[in-house]
């Protein structure tokens, strides 16, 4: 059958046992290997708690309200696996940030900041595979650098945080995935993931 020939030929291919998300690397003892992921973010409207609140209600008590934000992000990926089990990696993300005030006058203005971000070191384990690979348990763990600024300004006024590039902190990153087959489909969940 169509499994024994991949198994065979030694392929990894959509619906093989053992298929993983292309951003890890299992079972690679003595490789490397280098991604890229690209992530593009829209926010619109604003929130006071849970509640939404009107741009016009907001300009009742302050100067300027956001209207609007974007964000994109490059991240670079290097990993190498020295053992079957365990994986490191290295994270570099490039982040570019725009986001539209409306002011009380009924002007508007944007505010802009791109840089290098904060720096992932991350370690990955197979904690628990099946004889058939279709099921594997994978732990994280990591730390964050703070490489990305967190107090850059735009035209000598300082930036919200929302707006910078980095969290000026070094966050621990734990984290654990699940991924499962069940042919043709597969499927995977987050079980635990650090939020910075």
């Not at 959509?14 to 690397?25: E, H, I, Q, S, T």
């Not at 907001?58 to 990993?79: C, D, K, S, W, Y």
């Not at 966050?171 to 650090?194: D, E, K, M, N």
């Amino acid at each position: 059958d169509l499994q024994r020939v991949v198994e065979e030929a030694g392929i990894e291919m959509m619906g093989a046992p053992g298929l993983v998300p292309f951003d890890f690397m299992i079972g690679q003892a003595g490789k490397w290997m280098i991604g890229y992921q690209y992530m593009s973010e829209k926010m619109d409207g604003n929130l006071a708690g849970t509640a939404n609140i009107s741009e016009a209600q907001i300009l009742e008590r302050f100067f300027a309200t956001p209207t609007n934000m974007t964000m994109q992000m490059h991240m670079g990926m290097v990993m190498y696996a020295p053992t079957d089990k365990l994986t490191l990696m290295v994270m570099l993300p490039f982040i570019r940030k725009e986001m539209n005030h409306l002011t009380v006058d009924g002007e508007s203005f944007v505010e802009r900041t791109e840089g290098i971000g904060d720096i992932e070191l991350r370690g990955m384990v197979s904690a628990y595979e099946s004889p058939n690979r279709r099921h594997r348990l994978l732990l994280f763990g990591g730390v964050g650098l703070p490489t990305g600024s967190s107090n850059a300004p735009m035209d000598a006024m300082g930036l919200e945080s929302p707006m910078q590039i980095g969290s000026g902190t070094s966050p621990l990153l734990p984290g654990s995935h699940y991924l499962g087959q069940l042919l043709p489909c597969g499927g995977g969940a987050v079980l635990i993931r650090a939020l910075q």
